[in-house]
């Protein structure tokens, strides 16, 4: 054995150079990794002992590709063309033993490889698109080669981790192997060897390249297939122009527009974004408090208290992975309504093909229903989801505490009530905590997890993980009216309510939010949710337009009119009406409408949310700037592009959403005093993402 340098080494077995890379976690490319492989390749042609060279990784993964971090840092070591270089061109076949997932440069490592051999397990993609890139190391020229265009424009815009068996099938790996990746790897090299099979250039191959010549209809189709799913993104785009290349360009001319279209977006403020969105979701479950080695409790059975909407939802997240759940109702009526909704739930997304039938009613068994809360005394978690009463819910803690196990969680998806007077009508206040679901529960990624005063670590660790368990992204937050995403919500609504009175109207609101990137404005998302929730035709007195479009039967999308006017289809049309109701509401409030700009609607929409995020820092409500962009982009829509409020704010400059501030404070008062922390952060050049 040779070791080549710290996270390489080069082992002889049977005439087959073994070159192994060992650099955890996930033997990223960094600058160690390319000099080993660009010295282990170089040492394996050199040994007369070597036939054939075998390119395999210790720990998790084979290589997931560049290392981000050091992207936009001073180049180091040789470049990953020039490793792939050597490699490509080496006399002696070299082979590429894949496990875990090869990803990116990762993939592009073993595409310049002769041959691929992968064990079942592996998988194996180019997600770049997702950091807002593109394969930057030949990946989009060579894997077109391999699998073929369609298939190639679907993996390089979507970024999706092939399976190993469906690699095979495609061309994209010669070989699957049985789990001793290592002995098979060279059973094929000498197999390779003694056959003298060719040295497989995948640049040499273009038969499938040279199908798709001239099918322009073939990138149309494509372009409007993803068209909506990835609107405002620049990536996908240049992604398909580099397989455009590909197919219409010789090898090294179609190389030279996938490097120029990658320094485009490598050093554009999308990509910036993105790669600040991948960190910041990883960093977003770690708590500086709680230390790793934190003892978790087993959760293995979950109660939740409500089968309403919220209720349904959260029971689908635990059977969805096979935790068994209980749900309790007032009446036996609404228990089978609300499990009623469930299933018919599960049967829509069956009847869409996206699970079997069967997988229905597996699902279906893990979820029982009872109208007694006692039914919950040996779950692990509860959690309750009954109408925001503080009343109700104090009541119901205070059952909770005489009927539930020792170390049982328990949890209240409340989204606004003071969790620690909840807590405190237990005699257990450091079990209970808040797990705040977003509505649909099952289908929406994030979840706020409400630290109250009394918390304890154990419950909070235990909850962060279990949330990663079904699937979402968990966001450890402090209690204060809101949380954090609804406390920041709150800023644009004040703002848009506003807006609409001194000039602009709803639906150009909501067209400067949707092309900024949000699924949709404010005054379309409440017709959707409903104009009604939590309006009452007794008490209502035309205060506001919401009360005023609700008098007159105007409720949102449900009954065909709220902000907008809607077709048969669902179809949103502004309304003359609602413009009429509008003006006059302002002019009996006597307030002056004006010409109101995209650009003003954005800064007066965006930056007191931005301002919010700075007094919640300062509050400690949350960790970290890059958590509340977390929550605003799982939660909310912000567009991941743009980073979240705080990496937008920070883009656009603080000093410059200071002053702003300042403005519109003289003029229009206390909505827009400016955060502390944030003169702070401006004043002392602070770097809040430090
Ligand atoms: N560079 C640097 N660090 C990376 C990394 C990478 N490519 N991939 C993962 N990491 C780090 C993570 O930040 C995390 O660090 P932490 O423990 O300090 O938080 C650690 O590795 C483990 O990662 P995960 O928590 O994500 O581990 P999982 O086992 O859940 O997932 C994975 C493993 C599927 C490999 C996932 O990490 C992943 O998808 N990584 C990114 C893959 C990728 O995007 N590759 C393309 C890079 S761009 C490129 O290659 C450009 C080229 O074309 C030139
Ligand atoms: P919902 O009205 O749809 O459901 C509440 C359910 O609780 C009803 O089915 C009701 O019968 C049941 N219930 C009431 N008292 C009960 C009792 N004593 N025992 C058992 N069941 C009882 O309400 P929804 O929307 O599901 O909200 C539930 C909670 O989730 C509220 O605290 C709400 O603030 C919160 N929340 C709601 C979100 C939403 O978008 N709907 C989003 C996030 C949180």
Redesign the pocket.
Same mark, same amino acid.
């Given at each position: 054995m040779t070791a080549i340098n710290d996270v390489t080494k080069l082992d002889i077995i049977e005439n087959v150079g073994v070159i192994t890379l060992n650099s955890p976690p996930v033997n990223a490319l960094s600058a160690n990794v390319r000099e080993g492989l660009d010295i282990g390749v170089k040492k394996a042609i050199e040994n007369n002992d070597v036939q054939a060279i075998v390119i395999i990784c210790e720990g998790r993964t084979f290589i997931a590709g560049a290392d981000i971090s050091e992207f936009g840092k001073e180049p180091k070591g040789p470049s990953l063309f020039e490793v792939q270089d050597v490699m490509e061109n080496s006399p002696k076949p070299i082979i590429a033993a894949i496990h875990g997932t090869a990803l990116g440069g990762g993939l592009e490592v073993a595409l310049t490889c002769h041959y691929r051999i992968a064990v079942k397990s592996a998988k194996c993609g180019l997600p770049e698109v997702n950091l807002g890139l593109l394969p930057g190391a030949g990946g989009t020229q060579r894997l077109p080669r391999l699998v073929g265009v369609e298939q190639a424009l679907k993996m390089v815009t979507s970024g999706i981790h092939l399976p190993a068996e469906q690699c095979l099938k495609s061309g994209l790996i010669d070989k699957l192997s049985s789990d001793d990746l290592l002995n098979d790897s060279v059973s094929f090299a000498k197999e390779i060897i003694s056959e003298n099979q060719p040295l497989k250039k995948v640049r040499d191959i273009n038969e499938k390249v040279e199908a798709a010549k001239g099918n322009d209809e073939l990138f149309k189709n494509f372009r409007k297939s993803i068209e909506r799913k990835t609107r405002g993104f620049l990536a996908p785009e240049y992604n398909i122009q580099c397989i455009e290349a590909a197919v219409n360009k010789p090898f090294d001319e179609g190389i030279k527009v996938e490097r120029d279209l990658f320094i485009k977006l490598i050093s554009g403020n999308q990509s910036a974004a993105q790669r600040y969105f991948f960190f910041a979701q990883r960093q977003v479950a770690k708590i500086p408090d709680i230390p790793k080695e934190t003892e978790l409790l087993d959760i293995k059975k979950v109660g939740i208290? %409500?089968? %309403?909407?919220? %209720?349904g939802g959260i029971a689908m997240n635990f059977a969805n992975v096979g935790i068994p759940v209980t749900l +309790? $109702?007032? /009446?036996q009526e609404?228990l089978d309504k %609300?499990i009623g909704i469930i299933r018919k739930n599960y049967e829509n997304t069956a009847a869409k093909g996206r699970i079997t039938l069967e997988e229905v009613e597996k699902r279906m068994q893990c979820i029982s229903g009872n109208i007694s809360?006692d039914s919950l005394s040996d779950t692990d978690l509860i959690i309750e989801? +009954?109408? $925001?009463n503080m009343d &109700?819910?104090k $009541?119901?803690f205070s059952k909770l505490d005489l009927i539930a196990k020792d170390n049982a969680i328990l949890a209240?998806?409340? /989204?606004? &009530?003071d969790i620690n007077e909840i807590a405190e009508t237990t005699k257990r206040p450091e079990n209970v905590i808040g797990l705040?679901?977003? /509505?649909p529960?099952n289908v929406m990624r994030l979840l706020e997890i409400v630290r109250g005063e009394k918390t304890s670590k154990q419950i909070i660790a235990t909850s962060m993980v279990l949330a990663k368990n079904i699937g979402k992204t968990a966001a450890l937050v402090g209690v204060c009216p809101g949380f954090v995403g609804n406390r920041i919500l709150a800023q644009r609504q004040r703002e848009a309510n506003k807006l609409i009175l001194e000039g602009a109207l709803p639906w150009e609101i909501d067209d400067a939010l949707f092309e900024f990137g949000f699924p949709m404005g404010p005054f379309a998302m409440s017709d959707l949710?409903g104009l009604d929730i939590g309006w009452d035709k007794e008490t209502s007195r035309g205060e506001t337009i919401r009360e005023i479009l609700c008098e007159n039967e105007r409720f949102g999308q449900k009954s065909g009119k709220g902000f907008y006017i809607y077709d048969e289809n669902r179809n949103k049309l502004p309304d003359n009406d609602v413009e009429k109701i509008i003006q006059e509401f302002a002019e009996n409030k006597q307030i002056k409408r004006r010409e109101i700009e995209k650009d003003e609607i954005l800064k007066r929409c965006l930056y007191p949310m931005i301002n919010e995020g700075f007094k919640i820092l300062d509050e400690g409500m949350a960790i970290r700037a890059s958590d509340i962009d977390i929550i605003w982009i799982n939660g909310y829509g912000w567009p991941i592009y743009e980073g979240g409020p705080m990496f937008y704010g920070n883009l656009i400059g603080y000093d410059k959403i200071l002053s702003w501030l300042q403005e519109m404070e003289k003029e229009h008062g206390s909505d827009f005093s400016p955060s502390p922390y944030l003169e702070k952060v401006v004043g002392e050049k602070i770097n809040i993402f430090s």
């Open positions: 208290i %409500g089968a %309403g909407t919220m %209720g +309790v $109702e007032r /009446s609404r %609300g809360i989801a +009954v109408f $925001e &109700l819910k $009541e119901i209240t998806n409340t /989204s606004a &009530l705040h679901f977003f /509505s529960a949710a």
